[in-house]
């Protein structure tokens, strides 16, 4: 099995039209960062990519859950991010579109925050 960083740089190759993408070690793990801003990342062999109100739904109809992780006092469930519908991981263009949805996401959250400071 390739390493976490591995398995985000292959991501990361597949990923047409999005501009450079960056990997960079992330916890356990490796993230997926454009412009500065991070909108996926792979941590245990799974590709998890940022969700918000616009995309959270088609997450959950693909079945899809959130990132979730044992911490020190139980189950921490991360809702901003989800991990990829299985079928799109092998078609760029799949996973290109679901890619662009999760930049978008982060985008907007990183222009919120922005303006909040």
């Known amino acids: 099995m390739p390493t976490q960083r ?8 597949r990923i047409e039209g999005l501009g450079p993408i960056s990997v960079r070690r992330y916890f356990g793990g490796a993230s997926l ?9 792979v941590m245990k062999g799974a590709l998890y990519l940022k ?14 859950a959130p990132f979730s992780y044992a911490g020190a006092s139980g189950q921490v469930t991360v809702a901003a991010y989800y991990e990829a519908p299985s079928e799109i991981l092998d078609d ?7 890619a662009a949805d999760a930049l978008r996401a982060a985008r907007s959250v990183s222009q919120r925050k922005r303006g909040a400071s």
């Open 92 to 98: 760029p263009e799949g996973l290109s579109g679901w």
């Open 33 to 41: 960062r454009a412009g500065g801003v991070q909108f996926g990342f």
């Open 51 to 64: 969700a918000d109100a616009l995309s959270r739904g088609a997450f959950e109809r693909h079945g899809c």
């Open 6 to 13: 591995a398995l985000a740089e292959e991501y990361a190759a």
